[in-house]
T-cell receptor, first 111, second 114 residues
Framework: EDQVTQSPEALRLQEGESSSLNCSYT??????LFWYRQDPGKGPEFLFT???AGEEKEKERLKATLTKKESFLHITAPKPEDSATYLC????????????FGTGTRLQVTL | NAGVTQTPKFQVLKTGQSMTLQCAQD?????MYWYRQDPGMGLRLIYY???????DKGEVPNGYNVSRLNKREFSLRLESAAPSQTSVYFC?????????????FGSGTRLTVV
């Protein structure tokens, strides 16, 4: 059974204080790993897809990396508008539509 | 650009009542999905439709039915609501089934069953 564990559950940062969110996964072969951002009362918003170990993708202050067992979402010099819940999901190779989501990391960035 | 539109946004049902959650997308996507999100649990797939005319069960299909009405619309029906179905329901769509370009989600329907 595919499993996704995200840590920490919640993270509070001051503006400009860089940090990383972790997504550990167990899946029999990985077709893709997804990162989403979810604001309160809204649906998740797609950020990145990573396909193979060593791959990195960046978007503004966010950089996602992937190893064979986990993915990191690095947040550099965060701003209050980066406050959200960040979700990770894995996609198995033979059931591409059946993503397994983690429970998310709730990030709060304060002034 | 509307994206994925879900109605209603909020609903309270009594146990045993039925209702249909509506979802429509305007991006000409082939695949559509229904998820539920509960506190402390990740998003869980209820049903999906890889293309118009097809539907398949996800992880938690019991108590639900779906209809892919056309390419744009995918509805979720609760025939006899139970308190365990209290949740936030999200509809999503993607260009193709399991697209690596990510899914576009609606803003959700918050359902309470009393």
């Amino acid at each position: 059974e595919d499993q996704v564990t995200q840590s920490p559950e919640a993270l509070r940062l001051q503006e400009g204080e860089s940090s990383s969110l972790n997504c550990s996964y167990t899946v029999s072969g990985l077709r893709g790993l997804f990162w989403y951002r979810q604001d309160p009362g809204k649906g998740p918003e797609f950020l990145f897809t990573l396909y193979s170990a060593g791959e990195e993708k960046e978007k503004e202050r966010l950089k996602a990396t992937l190893t064979k067992k986990e993915s990191f979402l690095h947040i550099t010099a965060p701003k209050p508008e980066d406050s959200a819940t960040y979700l990770c999901a894995v996609q198995p190779p033979r059931a591409a539509s059946k993503l397994t989501f983690g429970t998310g990391t709730r990030l709060q960035v304060t002034l | 650009n509307a994206g994925v539109t879900q109605t209603p946004k909020f609903q309270v049902l009594k146990t045993g009542q039925s209702m249909t959650l509506q979802c429509a997308q305007d991006m000409n996507h082939n695949s559509m999905y229904w998820y539920r999100q509960d506190p402390g649990m990740g998003l869980r797939l209820i049903y999906y439709s890889a293309s118009e005319g097809t539907t398949d069960k996800g992880e938690v299909p019991n108590g639900y039915n779906v209809s892919r009405l056309n390419k744009r619309e995918f509805s979720l029906r609760l025939e006899s609501a139970a308190p365990s179905q209290t949740s936030v329901y999200f509809c999503a769509s993607s260009e193709v089934s399991g697209s690596n370009y990510g899914y576009t989600f609606g803003s959700g329907t918050r359902l309470t069953v009393v």
